[in-house]
């Protein structure tokens, strides 16, 4: 939910950047300032992304490893 309202006040920000940007009221240079910080924020969520999957496959690998295990003591029995 509160998703959701971020997302809409994001996109009345943007439409009102639009807005000034058409009538010559927005400078590029902070436009710019603007992309660079999106820009970074996105490489860090992607890293961070990266890395928490990579954890995630390592520890899917040991439960399949550990499953494996356990199974093979309820077979042999």
Do not use: G
Not at 12 to 37: F, G, M, V
Not at 44 to 49: D, H, N, R, V
């Amino acid at each position: 939910m509160m998703m959701e309202f971020m997302k809409k006040a994001m996109d009345w920000i943007l439409e009102k950047e639009a807005e000034a940007a058409k009538e010559c009221h927005a400078k590029p240079e902070e436009i710019e300032k603007q992309i660079e910080l999106i820009e970074k924020k996105k490489e860090a969520l992607t890293k961070q992304y990266h890395e928490n999957i990579e954890e995630l496959e390592h520890i899917l690998n040991r439960l399949h490893t550990i499953k494996a295990q356990s199974l093979k003591c309820h077979i042999d029995k």
